[in-house]
Nanobody, 126 residues
Framework: QVQLVESGGGSVQAGGSLRLSCAASGSRYSSNCMAWFRQTPGKEREGVAAIYSGGGSTYYADSVKGRFTISQDNAKDTVYLQLNSLKPEDTGMYYC???????????????????WGQGTQVTVSS
């Protein structure tokens, strides 16, 4: 079992920044691919970014490339999502998720994630 706890959400104006954190605990052997998703009421959940714990390879959705950065601190079992140049359309509940993959190229936001956090709200006003 893996437990995920997100933090760092909040309300900012357009153009602002936030840093989200996802603290993981439990069996990390089954969670070498960590990802962030977001969801807004009435819209489908969107995969935002992913990172492979073994070598740090990353994946980003086109909508956030150049603005968001995913990173990790393996010593702290924590994954971060730095959100810069925020836009109102970035508003949503952001969730951290984890799963096991066989190789780095498999670490993206597609597929089934076994573990999910409770989410942290990001609100961007214009």
């Amino acid at each position: 079992q893996v437990q995920l706890v997100e933090s760092g959400g909040g309300s900012v104006q357009a153009g602002g920044s936030l840093r989200l954190s996802c603290a993981a605990s439990g069996s990390r052997y089954s969670s070498n691919c960590m990802a962030w998703f977001r969801q807004t009421p009435g819209k489908e959940r969107e995969g935002v970014a992913a990172i492979y714990s073994g070598g740090g390879s990353t994946y980003y959705a086109d909508s956030v490339k150049g603005r968001f950065t995913i990173s990790q601190d393996n010593a702290k079992d924590t994954v971060y999502l730095q959100l810069n140049s925020l836009k109102p359309e970035d508003t949503g509940m952001y969730y951290c998720a984890a799963r096991f993959v066989l190789r780095p190229g498999r670490c993206h936001t597609g597929g089934d994630f076994n573990y999910w956090g409770q989410g942290t709200q990001v609100t961007v006003s214009s």
